[in-house]
């Protein structure tokens, strides 16, 4: 009985992803202030599936924490770029 609930259940699970947090740094070049820290903050948190996003002007960087199912990184770089700023991978 047991064996068929576990069955049953992972039929039940078969297509599903389980979403992982992921957390990735990405350079972003042409900010030159706060309201160019805070575009490119709202770029990233309004992208589907981020949970958190830290921008530092002085690093030239941000830290974004996003749920893998939701997000990739390239569309976070792309939301980067739609905000008027360039963005690659920190490497």
């Known amino acids: 009985m047991k064996s068929m609930a576990t069955i049953a259940m992972l039929l039940a699970l ?6 992982e947090e992921v957390t990735t740094e990405i350079k972003v ?3 030159t202030c706060g309201s160019c820290v805070a575009a490119v903050h709202k770029a990233l948190t309004r992208t589907k599936g981020v949970k958190s996003a830290e921008v530092s002007l002085e690093k030239n960087m941000a830290k974004v ?3 893998d199912t939701q997000a990739k990184e390239s ?3 792309e939301a980067i770029k739609k905000a008027g700023f360039k963005a ?3 490497s």
């Not at 078969?14 to 979403?19: D, Q, R, S």
């Open 14 to 19: 078969g297509g599903t992803a389980v979403a």
């Open 29 to 31: 070049k042409g900010m």
């Open 65 to 67: 924490v996003y749920e």
């Open 75 to 77: 569309d976070l770089r």
């Open 88 to 90: 690659e991978p920190a």
